[in-house]
């Protein structure tokens, strides 16, 4: 099965500042027949249920600022918030959901402001 | 409006059984695999099965197999989730799912399982 690893465990990162978050799989995401990324990002505040934020690893999702980006391909992937604003307090997960299931999400990474 | 509401968890005891349900509305729910995911206490998200918009495919995630079965009834656009032998390690909310593109779109707000003698 395929593992998800993200870095870091958390970050603190001041208003305005950029936030970066990396995710790592132990095998490539990239799809052959749509040359896609099957990965993506969700956001969780606490006491909710996540949010898909970004899909296909760069897809932004309907109604999601654009200050969120993701980008990499293959093994490697970067969610990030160019400009921190005060509600993405959050953990953040990547899930890949390449081939069959299992679908594991990443640890998480938790943001909070510095 | 798209929605996803859980229900049916509670507190059970080791070995029992539960069956969790999934009311879904504002889509065509025979047109979507859809998913259960779960969140033990202060801990992140574990995938644990999806199942095909007619049934035909399911999938588990180890811990699980054996013990748990997905399905689903598209004449009332509801999923299901029947937990049986529960353990301690399956304490957790868990989250109903509607997929697309293989990404988990839209979240119900989940239901709690409490394993617990």
């Known amino acids: 099965d395929i593992v998800m690893t993200q870095s870091p465990d958390s970050l603190a990162v001041s208003l305005g500042e950029r936030a970066t978050i990396n995710c790592k799989s132990s095998?490539?995401?990239?799809?052959?027949?749509?040359?896609?990324?099957?990965l993506a990002w969700y956001k969780q505040t606490p006491g909710q249920p996540p949010k898909l934020l970004i899909y296909w690893a760069s897809t932004r999702e309907s109604g999601v600022p654009d200050r969120f980006s993701g980008s990499g391909s293959g093994t490697d992937f970067t969610l990030t918030i160019s400009s921190l604003q005060a509600e993405d307090v959050a953990v953040y997960y990547c899930q890949h959901y390449y081939g069959n299931p299992p679908w594991p999400f990443g640890q998480g990474t938790k943001v909070e402001i510095k | 409006e798209v929605q996803l509401v859980e229900s049916g968890g509670g507190l059970v005891q080791p070995g029992g059984s539960l069956r969790l349900s999934c009311a879904a509305s504002?889509?065509?729910?025979?047109?979507?695999?859809m998913s259960w995911v779960r969140q033990a206490p202060g801990k992140g998200l574990q995938w644990v099965a999806n199942i095909k918009m007619d049934g035909s495919e399911i999938y588990y995630v180890d811990s699980v197999k054996g013990r748990f079965t997905i399905s689903r009834d598209n004449a009332k656009n509801l999923m299901y989730l029947q937990m049986n032998s529960l353990r301690a390690e399956d304490t957790a909310v868990y989250y109903c799912t509607k997929e697309r593109s293989r990404a988990l779109h839209i979240w119900g707000q989940g239901t709690t399982v409490i394993v617990s003698s």
């Open positions: 504002g889509f065509t729910f025979s047109g979507y695999w």
């Open positions: 095998q490539s995401l990239l799809s052959s027949s749509n040359n896609k990324n099957n």
